[in-house]
DNA sequence: TCAAACTCATACATCAATGTTCAAGTTAAG
DNA sequence: CTTAACTTGAACATTGATGTATGAGTTTGA
């Protein structure tokens, strides 16, 4: 205690004693957006776009792998905290647009995360981390299909699935300059309401 | 002409003077397969499910550059044939649903391998390669709008990439083993059938 | 001022993929 | 049989990415 070190780890407890100007949280963020803009993505990559040495990053996250993983409980807790901002509480369908239109941008990084990091994680923690980030849509197409607010003849899956992938396209769109970043949510509102009606 | 051999090339007119058992054309398709099955493929194994060695691969294609081109031709003329054999007279949107049908597996490798292989050929070759392609079904989409068919209201550029995003999706759900090959050309019709109602 | 915590460029070992060379084989036409 | 066309495994050089080690510098709490 007398020396500033707390008992349990090396880290004292409140502000860090010292350091240059880039702590541990402030360089995910733009490190997330590289790797979920480009499959194949090198580290020394990403620490750039971060704005950091390679070696820095390797002190943060012990590997690749570790640095995917850190990055993919990122977009978990962002998912999470998107939620706690959504009303739930009208008809599915209402819902689902308000969710399209707010969450829609995060949708895509997740995916496109998911989609770069097959190959660094086991699919097993894959699983683990990313059905949970589904599985508030899907709770949500549920919902609408016993509402009788959302077709039925579909497997739920497939609707899911289907979502994402429209959500990707029109993200794409966006990279290759037919769509704007303001038509697209419209877009795929009224794509999916097609797509979704009974 | 006496030797057995032509003036123009090295070599002969008829059947090949002798070799082992595989000649270039038997070799592409299961490469093809292969590139279009998985992201970051190596020569190495495109060589070892083509069931030769990576050597006589190289002696093929000089580089995996052209290796990548070569698939991608195929493609094409691939895609050239199956349109040959569609019959285009009806409705629209029953040309479409026997297109949906008969070539969505092909539109699915098309699509494969083109996501394959970004970063190996140029974006100005690719978009050479691969806009036809695409352009049978957008023209056909255009056929619909003008008949009244499809909807109008959603751009043409985006009704091309949703049908693709949908077969891509398709595809990826049977690897996951949520979709039966049976199902797969059903739902796609489906769903495609919703979203281009007007 | 002192020292802990942190950053970072350089350098290094390792590994996997690309593309080449070579020295053997195998096949079938003549 | 002879030989041209082809195939192949092994070996090699090169390149780029991963992960580690080091040593020097910077920041800030005490």
């Known amino acids: 205690m007398a020396d500033g070190t707390t008992a349990s780890g090396r880290r004292p407890r409140g502000a860090r004693p010292g350091a240059a100007p880039r702590p541990r949280d402030t360089l995910r963020p733009p490190g997330l957006r590289l790797y979920s803009s480009r499959p194949g993505v090198s580290v020394a990559e990403v620490a750039e776009a971060a704005g950091i040495g390679r070696v820095t990053l390797y002190g943060h996250f012990p590997s690749r792998t570790e640095l995917a993983k850190a990055l993919m409980d990122r ?34 990084r997740n995916r496109n995360l998911r989609d770069n990091i097959i190959g660094d994680v086991s699919p097993q923690w894959l699983r683990a981390r990313h059905d949970p980030i589904l599985k508030r849509i899907e709770d949500l197409i549920t919902r609408g ?49 097609s797509l979704y009606r009974p």
């Open 75 to 108: 977009a978990f807790e962002e998912t999470e905290a998107a939620w706690r901002d959504v009303d739930t509480t009208g008809p599915a369908g209402d819902t689902l647009e308000r969710v399209l239109r707010e969450q829609w941008h995060l949708m895509e």
């Open 145 to 193: 299909q016993d509402d009788g607010a959302f077709r039925t003849d579909l497997p739920l899956s497939w609707m899911l699935t289907a979502l994402y992938s429209l959500v990707h396209a029109a993200a794409d769109e966006i990279t290759a300059g037919r769509l704007t970043t303001e038509q697209a949510p419209e877009i795929l509102v009224a794509s999916l309401r």
